[in-house]
């Protein structure tokens, strides 16, 4: 495909990605708070909650029933375009990124897996994360939500610590937060909606709606709840190769997984008591920890060959220039990646600190080693930017 459509394809799908996804995280953010924050004290008749707001020059008064009211109203509004246009967009944001780059973007480099494999197990993945999830949701481990979380949790650690040997860093970060948006989907498609469905139904029918239920799909909602601070950070993570690029990149996704939780945890329950404000600090300190974790080791620089610019130029021609040119001669790029060109000696002078963390530290450059550069080329390209990267 004709990599200016490819470009813009990306670009439109993203987009409506981003758009849908804040819809849908910011109405889960926004009911849970609601929910945990009605007044239960003294509850009318047939409510289980009030909840009085002011917002944006109004004041809203909102009353939730234990079930449903005697008499539907005319209009009710129904959350769940928000869900499946996420989930419909980031599903062909993945293939657009990923299935029709996999060489690029997710085959790990040096394997031998082909692309129709990859992909093939990529969705097989995603299928097998829901079945799962929801078998062990409607076992008798769904009664402890407590430990089915715990077990959830460790799956998903299994399934990042599984997939990082499989597919690039950058490809196994993007499907665990496959795996957990498919989940959060399908807890709306195939639990949440038919719960609110049946209610309805009965109401009109005149019968008492099944509570168990409701009760049900509140609880998948409190599931997605804490999966979307997570979902969040792997929505980013491909601008952090410190991250999915570290040996044990999949401990790093896991910690920031967990701390994310912690941070949920906390606004979750806020209401209730303060006695999760340590999860804040924290996560900060977490945060600081992990980036003293990844951080890149100096080599010793005893004994090291005094490297000229003529030796590493070739390198960064051959591995790096092919696409980082005003003009690239790699197939599928018309223009440079992030506008980042190497055509000159002063224009890779100026580059260096990005060329040490990219190419050097985190070895993320180039993307899947499309251009085969050797650890050989990297440690001759580390010492020359460790004896100043000198250009003359």
Avoid at 218 to 230: E, V
Avoid at 297 to 316: D, E, G, L, M, R
Avoid at 356 to 369: D, Y
Wanted: glycine letters at 8%; aromatic letters at 12%; a neutral charge.
């Amino acid at each position: 495909m004709d990599p200016h459509i490819t470009e813009w394809l990306n670009l439109a799908v993203r987009w409506v990605h981003m758009i849908t996804g804040i819809a849908w995280i910011g109405a889960s953010f926004y009911f849970v708070w609601l929910e945990n924050h009605l007044e239960r004290s003294q509850p009318k008749e047939g409510l289980s909650g009030d909840l009085w707001a002011i917002h944006g020059g109004g004041i809203y008064h909102l009353e939730k029933y234990k079930l449903a009211p005697p008499q539907m109203p005319e209009t009710l509004h129904w959350f769940y375009w928000e869900a499946y246009a996420t989930f419909l967009s980031g599903f062909t944001l993945l293939a657009v990124v990923y299935y029709l780059n996999a060489p690029l973007y997710l085959i790990a480099p040096g394997s031998d897996m082909g692309t129709a494999t990859a992909i093939a197990i990529s969705i097989g993945s995603l299928l097998a994360g829901w079945l799962i999830y929801t078998t062990l949701c409607d076992s008798p481990l769904g009664k402890k939500p407590l430990l089915l979380g715990v077990v959830l949790f460790a799956l998903l650690v299994l399934a990042a610590w599984g997939l990082t040997l499989i597919y690039s860093g950058r490809g196994a970060f993007i499907h665990v937060g496959a795996i957990i948006g498919t989940i959060m989907v399908g807890n709306v498609f195939r639990i949440i909606m038919p719960a609110q469905r049946a209610m309805i139904r009965a109401i009109e029918a005149g019968q008492a709606p099944d509570p168990k239920l409701p009760a049900k799909g509140l609880l998948r909602s409190r599931h997605n709840n804490y999966f979307t601070l997570p979902v969040l950070f792997i929505m980013i993570s491909n601008h952090f190769p410190s991250t999915y690029s570290y040996e044990y990149n999949w401990a790093i996704l896991s910690a920031l997984a967990f701390l994310s939780i912690l941070v949920r945890h906390y606004f979750n329950t806020r209401h209730l008591t303060q006695k999760y404000l340590w999860t804040l600090p924290a996560a900060a300190l977490g945060m600081i920890g992990l980036a003293f974790v990844v951080a890149p080791q100096t080599a010793p620089s005893s004994n090291i060959q005094t490297v000229s610019f003529a030796q590493v130029q070739p390198i960064i021609s051959e591995r790096c220039s092919v696409c980082h040119s005003a003009t690239p001669s790699y197939a599928g790029f018309n223009a440079p990646p992030l506008n980042v060109i190497m055509d000159t000696p002063e224009q890779i002078k100026a580059l260096i600190p990005r060329i040490q963390a990219q190419a050097i530290t985190t070895t993320a450059m180039p993307l899947g080693n499309i251009t085969q550069m050797t650890p050989q080329e990297r440690d001759l390209l580390g010492q020359w930017i460790a004896q100043g990267a000198l250009v003359d």
